[in-house]
Nanobody, 119 residues
Framework: QVQLVESGGGLVQAGGSLRLSCAASKSIFSINTMNWYRQTPGKQRELVAGITSGGSTNYADSVKGRFTISRDNAKNTVFLQMNSLKAEDTAVYYC?????????????WGQGTQVTVSS
């Protein structure tokens, strides 16, 4: 199992920026995909952005052009740069690692970090 610890959340005004970090307890070099999800009360967790081991990225339509996901394999860390934040970006953001080990798919999660955007 990979332990994931998110940081960087907080309170920011609309239009501002935050950078979230997700530190993994093990090397992420071989992890297939690292993702950022977010969730608000009463709603399902939604995928915000993902990055593969090869560096391919994908984004939710609602964040395209504003958020950037990146990974630093040497530091076992994934980042989510969030610019031009909106009130609707307010949520708990979770880091997720998807990988295959001995033929089994693993899905590990961090504890989440709160992002609050004031309008």
């Amino acid at each position: 199992q990979v332990q994931l610890v998110e940081s960087g959340g907080g309170l920011v005004q609309a239009g501002g920026s935050l950078r979230l970090s997700c530190a993994a307890s093990k090397s992420i070099f071989s992890i297939n995909t690292m993702n950022w999800y977010r969730q608000t009360p009463g709603k399902q967790r939604e995928l915000v952005a993902g990055i593969t081991s090869g560096g391919s990225t994908n984004y939710a339509d609602s964040v395209k052009g504003r958020f950037t996901i990146s990974r630093d394999n040497a530091k076992n860390t994934v980042f989510l740069q969030m610019n031009s934040l909106k009130a609707e970006d307010t949520a708990v953001y979770y880091c997720n690692a998807v990988y295959i080990k001995v033929g089994k798919v693993y899905n590990d999660w961090g504890q989440g970090t709160q992002v609050t955007v004031s309008s």
